[in-house]
């Protein structure tokens, strides 16, 4: 149950109690760099004068080659400084108004070119989910095969390393790989060949003989994982219009489950197909080698794809990204002002990063290393809540509480489902109650999930103990889809300051593959030292223990700007920590007691006057609309 008031609840001041804590957010002077940093990678536009910024246009189209461009330029840059500019404007036509106001009104209309890379994006999701699920049902037939399957301590081991081969590959070399492969090949490139490596890894794993053959296939179709598993949602980032980016890129989160689900379902169909002569394992080797199969679809779509104008502009090649930008909106205004808004952003950025060690500040800076602590906890609490361990290894879980093979897939995939229905309401309630809220409420309900699941092998009733596995599984993929599922990779991408925010989602990805390889590796001999109850117990535990850990460590993130999010993490740790302990009795009274506490309010925010202010904000857009009808007098 969560025991954090929401974070836009404000309390009168006459109502505030006399004993209430509050922390007035007042930054150092590391913290107020980085927040000044924030504000000007927040639009490096802002505050420019008309005159300058037309001026700067101009410079910009001689110095790229675009003054062909400069008519939409002009607009453009206008748009990217102010979005309602286009209102009160004359030199916009009544058809660039409809469209730069349905942009915002009608923010699902969007050219077929953009929903095509929506569909594609979502394929290579589904490629991942399919990557990391067909071997739930291809261990319970190919450990017997390959002479592994007597359930032996060495055995275990075994199992353990193949099953977990493509993530020990993701968190040792090929997450690290992203950067150069997208620095050097960009991004459709880089999904091609990861889509590539995912289709002929597949193939390769359905035609080995021994364990370890089977071993070096799935480690190299970690090449194909980790790179596509980082860069993908960049990709659909970068091509998406501002309105829509956010919902966008939760979406792999989405689609990777339906990818689960999706390699559920084929290793039940392919479990009933029979050996042929000269082939044994038929059916397990159509499960691994049918997972590739998407991937081929990836890249035979990604060629008719538009790459992200980000990286070209990046490049220098500006012509090619507005022809690309041109393809993913409907107007030319609205090209013309992505094209110059990611050039001086980009601009910016690199001003930003000069003679700095971002590595270093990642850690040192506290506002940095709040942020980092937070995305490690919620990254290694989406492994050792234990989702995956159900993920990769139902079927055996299944069959050991009394399931026959079919039924224990069939099972799986009621798994996979509910995993990716339940996902598809998180593009709502992660905005609705905020990212700590959906934590500290589903990880006790993990928790007794995992204790209820556990708990069943005791039972001497077969039917019982089938029973009792199914709801605890089940019910926990109900809580998990809503919850840990979305969080951690939206809370990480938003939790770093903009000039390092690279870095951090790098860090946080390896963590999250490399608890994956440990839980995903140890699980077989873990369940064989601790039986059922221990190893679900276990994990269990592990809930409980992140409950806390997000309790005091992680921060509300939900509905904040760049330069409010700079002053939560700048609030010392101990202060913050001793903030989620007195959550607890707030949290008691009011949901176990139903009163009605006033809830703490630990931040109190500087004014933003110190950054921007409105009546000058007003003032700037009349002159700008008196220096735009002069010059068209």
Known sequence: MSTSPPSNEKSPVEERPKHAHRHTSHMDAETRAIANADAKLS???????????????????QERGLTHLLPELKKGALVAQDSSCHDRLEIFSDEEK????????????????????VVMSSL?????????????????????????GSGSKRDSWLVGLINSAPYLCCATISCWMTHPLNHYLGRKKTIFITCMI???????????????????ARFFLGFGIGPKSATVPVYTAECSPAPIRGALVMMWQMWTAFGIALGDLIDLTFYFIPDTPGVTGLNWRLMLGSAGIPGLVVCMQVLFAPESPRWLISKGRYEDAFNELCRLRFSRVQAARDLYYIHVLLEAENEMKKGRNRVVEMFTIPRNRNAALASWVVMFGQQFCGVNVIAYYSSNIFLASGFTQVAALASSLGFGALNWLFALPAVFTIDTYGRRNLLLFTFPCMAICLLITGFSFWSTSETGRVAGVSIGIYLFAIFYSPGEGPVPFTYSAEAFPL?????????????????????????????????PQGAFGWYAAWCCILWVLILLFVRETKGRTLEELDQIFAVPLSTHAAYGLRQIPYGFKKFVLFQNPVPEQLYEFESESEVSSTGGDEKARKEVKDDVERTNV
């Not at 995912?198 to 070096?216: A, E």
């Not at 608890?515 to 995903?520: D, G, T």
């Open 98 to 117: 409809r469209i730069l106001t349905e942009e915002v009104t009608h923010r699902w209309r969007q050219t077929p070119t953009l929903y095509y890379m």
């Open 499 to 531: 000039y390092i925010r690279d870095l951090g989602m790098s860090f946080a990805t390896a963590t999250t593959w490399f608890w994956n390889f440990i839980l995903s590796i140890t699980w077989p001999s873990l369940i064989l030292a601790f039986k």
């Open 43 to 61: 639009n490096p536009l802002r505050g420019i004068p008309h005159d300058r910024l037309m001026m700067d246009v101009e410079i910009f189209a």
């Open 198 to 216: 995912s289709f002929l890894t597949c193939i390769w794993s359905g035609l080995t003989n021994t364990w370890w053959h089977l071993f070096i």
């Open 124 to 148: 290579a999701a589904a490629v991942q989910g399919m990557d990391e699920a067909v071997i739930n049902g291809a261990q319970i037939i190919y450990p017997t095969q390959f002479g592994i």
